[in-house]
């Protein structure tokens, strides 16, 4: 059974704010190669449409080479977006989901072959973490607190027990935690 696996860059404070990070050299090429391996990204609108920018660098690449091969990765690997008002995404490696989240999510967890299946949206990992569709998180946590806005662990309806299975520190001081959700 392939792995949903929720992955999210975080403010010390528990915001999600993707301008708040200071993705570097070497987060860029852990997510890229992140990618390589997985086999599916889901995303909701928000995010999707911030993800897009990376397409511009497969236009025009920055001359960074983690950058570049980042924009490379996240072109590579099929995307399935979840929105009510996109009618198209306007990338040819991205869908809009046929079904609502929970049927889809487990019709692709049922799938033998694809590899794990990332999250990398708030609201989604909301959602599933309410659905206990979760199984595995990674928080890249940034050495930043900026005090206000979007909380990852919003709403959340259960209280959940996390199994810390290992750390990844990088030299920019943000830390990977790898986590599994422990089964009551």
Not at 118 to 144: A, H, K, T, W
Request: negative net charge; proline residues 4%.
């Amino acid at each position: 059974m392939r792995k949903i696996i929720a992955g999210i860059n975080m403010t010390l404070d528990g915001f999600c704010d993707h301008t708040a990070g200071i993705p570097d050299e070497e987060i860029h090429q852990h997510y890229a190669e992140l990618l390589d391996k997985s086999g599916l990204v889901l995303y909701g609108r928000i995010t999707y449409q911030l993800m897009q920018f990376w397409q511009t660098l497969l236009k025009n690449p920055s001359g960074e080479k983690s950058m570049d091969d980042f924009a490379i990765a996240i072109d590579k690997i099929p995307k399935i977006v979840f929105s009510n008002t996109l009618e198209n995404t306007e990338w040819d490696t991205a869908q809009l989901s046929d079904k609502s989240l929970e049927e889809k999510v487990l019709e692709l967890k049922q799938s033998p072959d694809g590899g794990d299946i990332l999250v990398g949206c708030r609201s989604l990992i909301i959602q599933l973490m309410n659905l206990s569709l979760i199984d595995e998180f990674q928080l890249c946590i940034y050495p930043v607190i900026v005090g206000s806005g979007l909380p990852l662990f919003e709403n959340i309806q259960d209280r959940t027990l996390l199994k810390l299975l290992k750390t990844k520190a990088f030299s920019s001081g943000a830390v990977l935690h790898y986590y599994e959700p422990v089964k009551n």
